[in-house]
């Protein structure tokens, strides 16, 4: 990541001032009994004038009881004077909500924009191509670019010419991408308890635990992984992991409904319990 670190990235504007009521990521560069002002970090530092009456819903004696120099922080914009390219923003009237996820958006861009500048550098292309070519349509196809790049890595270059990305881009943003970006995994485990008193028991438990396992993995067997194994007869624990939480509830359904469905027709005693993460 010593690139990451030596390159200053800045996001691009993608229109020359923000509208009324969008949440913006701004620095305080200067604080004043009457106020403070920002410089907006998305759009190339122009000047925002943050009133006293906007930066609490409560009482505060004095505005550096909330404000600091050098500060980030996400505000809405409340007028917008276009001649003087200069607006007005709030600090009160962004919930913390909001200002978690913008937040959360703001250094996701700035991962994917430094990934896709370093693309950019490798064609030969300037910064706005990157953000013109890559990062906005990322954004729009998939809330924000960085998800595009996660998307990219788990499932090929299928995930970046879904959303428009030009050919040429693909291979370049592949490659910065599969050495910077690490997809985060979530799983969920549980315990097969598997009974039978037949002859052939072991070959039909070992037939119900196959068709298990294949059952989960069809829900996406690019970004499942499946491990089923022996705790000690007749349990058998399962882990089933994904970048994607809703695709691990859909793989552990299918595999419970086709392991139970499969014991009751070979007579193999069942049960299931779901392990506490």
């Known amino acids: 990541m ?15 001032l923000p509208d009324v009521g969008e949440l913006v990521v701004g620095t305080v560069r200067e604080i004043y009994d009457y106020g403070a002002y920002l ?4 759009y190339g530092g122009i000047r925002a004038f943050l009133p006293w009456s906007e ?14 120099e050098g500060q980030k922080v996400v505000v809405k914009v409340i007028r917008v004077y276009r001649k003087r390219r200069q607006v007005d923003v709030s600090l009160k009237r962004v919930s913390e909500g909001e200002r978690r996820r913008k937040m959360i958006w703001w250094k996701r861009t700035l991962k994917a924009a430094m990934i896709a500048e370093m693309a950019a550098e490798k064609l030969g292309k300037d910064s706005k191509a990157a953000y013109d070519e890559v990062v906005w349509k990322l954004d729009d196809y998939y809330g924000d670019a960085l998800t595009g790049l996660e998307q990219a890595i788990i ?29 985060k995994r979530v799983q969920i485990s549980g315990i097969l ?36 194994y022996t705790i000690g007869a007749p349990k058998y624990r399962v882990d089933i992991s994904s970048h994607d939480y809703k695709i691990i509830e859909k793989a552990i359904k299918a595999l419970v409904s086709t392991a139970e469905h499969e014991s009751r027709k070979l007579d193999v005693n069942f049960a299931f319990q779901r392990l506490k993460t």
């Open 155 to 183: 499932y090929g270059a299928d995930a970046l010419k879904e959303a428009g990305i030009p050919e040429e881009w693909i291979k370049p943003l592949l490659d910065e991408a599969r050495g910077r970006v690490e997809v």
């Open 193 to 228: 308890t598997l009974q039978s008193l037949a002859g052939d028991g072991v070959e039909r438990i070992r037939k119900i635990l196959k068709d298990a396992e294949e059952a989960a993995k069809k829900i996406d067997p690019q970004s499942l992984k499946v491990r089923l």
């Open 2 to 16: 010593s690139e990451g670190k030596q390159r200053k990235i800045e996001v691009k504007p993608r229109k020359p």
């Open 55 to 68: 930066v609490a819903s409560r009482m505060v004696r004095n505005i550096r009881h909330v404000l600091r």
């Open 39 to 42: 410089t907006l970090d998305e």
